[in-house]
């Protein structure tokens, strides 16, 4: 079966179940499915890029997710006037102080010969630097949280419409990457995922505890949103008279008494489908231009150098080749998409809560993503985020369906099957982990393997 | 008299926050990274599954202390999980060698690179910890019992007649204590039976090992042994000493590859050591030193601020900062271990 068959096979396969979902749960369940999905492929697409093409193993894929989390809430809140005419001096002071200490060990670094000195001289610039920092920076955190707390007690934001945030949350991820780029990268495989790893837990654990930022674990909610309000939708003219109009054959049968009841309850599923489908249209958008983009670069000649960099190493070096420098590329671009992919889920959601992001969930489920759809591959990985996500979500109630069938012939109080039944859906990890291992041993291309193109064809 | 009294409660208070606490949890962490490091030097891969390895050991052995627990069998003064933990350790060989024998044995005999052991063990990973989940479920479980503390902080006080108490839970004591016996059989068997100076050489130079006629499938199973019962042991003195979670133990994940990797990875003491040097550094870190130096200063030079360099919340990230210093300047760890 050829490789374009089989996508467009498999793509339709998701359809289907798409559309059995909406027909058997609700078309709003199964949208709300279909937009994550969307979200997981370009989060896919991402870890694709540094996997697929350059063969770096990010484990910190939850970091960046959470930085483009991040900067929605920093694109879309208002500004909060109060707390910046408190602490702006303060800020701006201990921002030189840090940026200063960095650059003076930077500078230490290079000129001074290596040995105890240097070091010595380091550790000096760098705690001395950081203690004048926190000498500003400390109060000026109290005067942030301070000021309201319980509603704000943050900076807020720049008070643009959400949807900056999308490009805004790739800069920051992309920018974080370079810092960690260059410290991480010169690092074999085992160590970089490790890295990574260790990486993620730390901008979570600043995004938790840095109040002033995005007020930590009280969590920032009520975010604007790129698309309508379904509560906007209900009182609008034209979109009742297109929901009237679209219900019409079923409106016409009832008498005159039931059909504003009918079209007011027509009216409320419509706003939410309707809102669903804006997101859609949306995220769908944003998938496609990436997707092109990656799969022009992966045939351009840097793709080619990409898989020959990944292939060895070694040979692309002597070729010529930047391989560090190729490297910190790959790996800007791929956190860039990671983070543009967060953005957009925390728009989806609403709100920003730090707690909620969970390595299981966020690192290594996308990891899953983009083994089992197939790596190197820019459609598998899209395919991989759709299948991963619908079986994710689906094991829930499949798992529990099949937990009571299974455990029918006992009794409804059975200690046994009350624990099954409430634990069942933690089996998704365990189907997650076996499909993982499956693919990798049975099809370690994935679904959708590489296409090698050979000279000539 | 003041100054010495004085002097002697800020020892006390050093002794009560981060030395206690820093030996147990140091020793917690080093029986972790020694299961890490025994399968890196081995099987030389990093093993993502640890952290639930030893979540599925800790897990078993709580499910047979509540049984114990509820046929009145107890230990007096000594917690009960001491004696389930032969169960929970069988049950933990038992999962590791049966994935060894499904998962990891293919890509051992087709020679596969580290990085797909390490992908791998991602889904082993997910299988155990669904296990977990479904098992016991996500929530925290407490099963300690018998006798809380070794020394409680008021006795201490009414003992010595100082103001600050000094506490050792029983928990920590046991920790303390099992991590030396288990080390130095540990060590005992590495250095002196055939089986551990098989395991050494094949660390050391595979092929050389085979060629001299070590059995790969037999060393390849002892060491799974070995980690699982490093794993489910730390596991439960863990839970013990804090409580059982099983989020709680994928995140330990870091902390003892940062030890495994701090100390020399493939390197057994180095493991110990770094252990011991994430657990201090973490300890020591988030620790506010105010009251410690208002005993030693003078009224007229208290400080003003908690002394704390980091919130507590940063732990996670004084073993990554580490664990990046030892990598950019010294890679193969403070004491000499296997570069990668």
Redesign the interface.
Known sequence: MSNTLKTQLAFAVIALLLVIIGLVQSWNVSLGILNLCLISAVMALGVNMQWGYAGLLNVGVMGFAALGGMSAVLVSQAPIAEAWQASWVRMLIAALCFAATIAVSIVCYRKLAAGRNRNLALALVIIGGLALTRFFFDPAVTAIESIEPAKTGFLGGMGLPIIFSWGFGGIVAAGIAWCIGKVALGLRADYLAIATLGISEIILAVLKNEDWLTRGVKNVTGLSRPVPYEIDLQTTTWFIDFIRWWHSGALVVLNEAEQPAALKQFVIDGSSIFVKLCYTGLFAGVLVVILLLSVKALNSPWGRMMRAIRDNEIAAGAMGKDVTRRHLQIFIIGSAVIGVAGAMLTTLDGQFTPTSYQPLRFTFLIWVMVIVGGSGNNMGSVLGGFLIWLVWIEAEPIGVWLMAFGTGWLDESNAIRIHLIENAQHMRLFFMGLVLLLVLRFSPGGILPEVVRKQGS | MEAITDFVSAIVLLLNFIVVPGLSYGSQLALGALGITLVFGILR??NFAHGDTMAFGTMMTILVTWWLQSKGVNLGPLPTALLALPAGIAATILLLVVTDKT?YR?YRHSKAV???F???S??????????V???I??NDQRFLDGERFIVSARNFKSMTGLSEGLSIKVSQGLTIVVAIILVALLFWFLQKTRTGKAMRAYSDNEDLALLSGVDPDRVVLVTWIITAILATIAGTLYGLDKSFKP?TY??L??PM??AA?VGGIGNPIGAIVGGYVIAFSEVMVTYAYKKVFVYLLPQSLEPQ?LLQLL?T??K??V??VI??LV??VRPTGILKGKV?
């Open positions: 891969f990093a998962v293919y580290p990085v797909t390490m992908i791998a991602m889904g082993v990973m997910f299988m155990t910890n669904g296990i989940r479904f098992v479920g996500p989020f994928l995140q994940l870091l590859f940062a990797i601020g919130s919340d940063y996670f990230a073993s990554f664990l990046v990598l950019l990668l």
